[in-house]
């Protein structure tokens, strides 16, 4: 990123000098190695927005212009986060098409018998997340996109918890639509992904107007009024000037990533997983979120008797170990769980066993309080 | 709150998720002062030194953690922390 501001920057798509061109190169190089991460059939499905909720507001408002009206359904679960549910709240007052919500068992999995039982010849789009961001549960999404597809619906996944954390195959899954962000797996903020079927994106109205989304803009004096027609695919999604050092970032982190292999980054995250639980099994006064035996990714939700997960954190936090407290942008869950707030611990690729074995030394220290 | 007091403070937040609880962070130059003066007004109840403190101060009970983060709980208004918060560092 220091390089390209230093030799490649400028805006992309516009301008016929050096610098414009070599941008340009970049930000769609990048774009290619999303699409390859993924496995996009091409790489105009890949639209670059700031981050999963905007991937998702981006979905719910151009769905709505043309294809949700009253009458239509969309299917949520009760495990997303907060971004998988406003925007569709949103539009869903706009247009008037109804929400319906997806139980989730009391410990934290997705109620495959109420999916089926909700899903209808109404529902239009069933948005789901991959992995949980509270419990970290992973969801069978093939299984799911089929049952979706079944019943004439399509799938909008979010994967802002699973794309960094183990490979996801866009065809093999069979998702209409999977969305991230960069942040998640080591690059700068305010970069994300929308991936969308192409015939999908195709017949797509963009919601956000501007520059570079836009072929044609014509006056036309006798109507007094401007004629417009939409640019090709991706850009059509991309209004303005875009975080054209960002999508480097991403596309630089992503080939770092590849790299260490997701299979790998899987199997270290679930390793370190089941022994930060094993450890933590001793502690009698934490209690866990969400299923510790199934199938998930390097999350663990906890409490701790008598104390708030923010006063958890704070512990932590004063022996230099960063978790999160509160609901995580996920209140549904939480109400499931019966629960203001829970402390979340989450692992990485850089995480190590040493670095478990000094969080439940820390742990004990706080039981000991 | 008193200026004098302000200026021992660089935010006040609500807690995500945990109804009452307020989070007030000072400033690091003058959090060991700020423990300090604390320290003379409120009863402590529990410790591990260095790190944490459990205290309470008339009806509010409040834990100052070394980082200069101090967790009010319960607190039924912004005025009610204000005041406390007064009567603390001042």
Redesign the interface.
Known sequence: MVDFYENNNANVHRGVHTLALEATEMYEQSRECVAKFINAKESCEIIFVRGTTEAINVVAYSLGLNDLKEGDEVLISLMEHHSNIVPWEITAKIHGFKINYVDVTSDGLLNIQDFENKITSKTKIVCLSHVSNVTGVVNDIKKLAKIAHAHGAIILVDGAQSVPHMPVDVQNLDVDFLVFSGHKMLSPTGIGVLYGKKELLQKMTPFQGGGEMIKDVIFDSITQSCNISWNELPWKFEAGTPNICGAVGLATAINYLKKVGMDNILAHEQALTKYAIDGMKNLSKVSFYGSIDSNKCGIITFSFADLSSHDVALLCDSYGIAIRSGYHCAQPLHQIFKLQSSARASFYLYNTIEEINRFLEVLQEIQNF | MSSAVADYITRIEG?????S?I?VVLKFDKKDQALEKILKKATLK?T?AG??Y?LTYEQSSF?F???G?I?F?GVENKQTLNRIIDALLL
Request: with cysteine; charged share 25%; net charge positive.
């Open positions: 807690t995500c998720g945990a109804g609880d989070v529990n591990i790190v944490i459990d834990r953690y070394a980082s983060k967790i709980r």
